[in-house]
C-alpha cells in the first residue's frame, strides 16, 4: 500500500535561515508527488508539484522540491524562510491505480524565529 | 477562490445529532472527493464520486455517507455524532474519474465541532 512519511513532527528555523523538509513515499511505480501547505484553520494551498520530467520543481513563494527516485524521497526546499512561512506543510502522493485520491503524510510544522 | 464551494464554514453540533456537508466541485470536473483533518487520523480520504457514481472509497465510517447529484455538487451525510468526529473535512474536485491529477482543487473546509 502506498504511504508517505514525514519525519520531523516539528522544525525551527530562523528567519532568513534555509529550510528543508523531508518526505519519504513507499509506492511501486513513479507517483504523482505534491507538497501543501496550511496555516492555522485555514484551507490547503497547493505549493508545487511533481508529476514526471524535470526532478528539480520550483513552486510558489520561493520553494523548490527534488524527487529522487532512488531516495523515494521528495524533500521541500526554500533558500531563506519568511516569518509567514509558519505553517504546517503536507506531503502527498497520488497513486495512478488508486483513482484519483491521495494518501496525505502527517505533517510538519513549521516555526520561524525572528 | 479556489472554485470548488464548501458550505457551512463551521457547524456546531451536539453529540448523536445529524450534518449534512455540501461540496460544489469547479466548473467542469466531474470528480469530487472527500477528506477528513483530525487531530487523531491526520487527513484521510474518506470517499470519490464521478459523475454520479461512487469510484472510491477509503476509511469512511458506517455512519458516514456521501452521494453527488446530476447537478454535480456532493453532500457528505455523518449520522450519530460522537465528539471524534470533530474535525474539519475537506472536498476537493477534478475533471477525471481518477489517476490524474492535474487539476486536482480543493475548498476551504468545513470545520465540525461535535459537542
Known amino acids: 500500500a502506498q504511504s508517505v512519511t514525514q519525519p520531523d513532527i516539528h522544525i525551527t528555523v530562523s528567519e532568513g535561515a534555509s529550510l528543508e523538509l523531508r518526505c519519504n513515499y513507499s509506492y511501486g511505480a513513479t507517483p504523482y508527488l505534491f507538497w501543501y501547505v496550511q496555516s492555522p484553520g485555514q484551507g490547503l494551498q497547493l505549493l508545487l508539484k511533481?508529476?514526471?520530467?524535470?526532478?528539480l520543481v520550483q513552486g510558489i513563494k520561493g520553494f523548490e522540491a527534488e524527487f529522487k527516485r532512488s531516495q523515494s524521497s521528495f524533500n521541500l526546499r526554500k533558500p531563506s524562510v519568511h516569518w509567514s512561512d509558519a505553517a504546517e506543510y503536507f506531503c502527498?502522493?497520488?497513486?495512478?491505480?488508486?483513482?484519483?485520491?491521495?494518501?496525505f503524510g502527517q505533517g510538519t510544522e513549521l516555526s520561524v524565529k525572528p | 477562490d479556489s472554485g470548488v464551494t464548501q458550505t457551512p464554514k463551521h457547524l456546531i453540533t451536539a453529540t448523536g445529532q445529524r450534518v449534512t456537508l455540501r461540496c460544489s466541485p469547479r466548473?467542469?470536473?466531474?470528480?469530487v472527493y472527500w477528506y477528513q483533518q483530525s487531530l487523531d487520523q491526520g487527513l484521510q480520504f474518506l470517499i470519490q464520486y464521478y459523475n454520479g457514481e461512487e469510484r472510491a472509497k477509503g476509511n469512511i465510517l458506517e455512519r458516514f455517507s456521501a452521494q453527488q447529484f446530476p447537478d454535480l455538487h456532493s453532500e457528505l451525510n455523518l449520522s450519530s455524532l460522537e465528539l471524534g468526529d470533530s474535525a474539519l473535512y475537506f472536498c476537493?474536485?477534478?475533471?477525471?474519474?481518477?489517476?490524474?491529477?492535474?487539476?486536482?482543487?480543493f475548498g476551504s473546509g468545513t470545520r465540525l465541532t461535535v459537542v
Open positions: 476537493a474536485s477534478s475533471p477525471s474519474g481518477g489517476g490524474s491529477f492535474r487539476d486536482y482543487t
Open positions: 502527498a502522493v497520488g497513486a495512478e491505480n488508486q483513482g484519483g485520491k491521495l494518501i
Open positions: 466548473s467542469g470536473d466531474l470528480s
Open positions: 511533481y508529476f514526471s520530467g524535470d526532478t
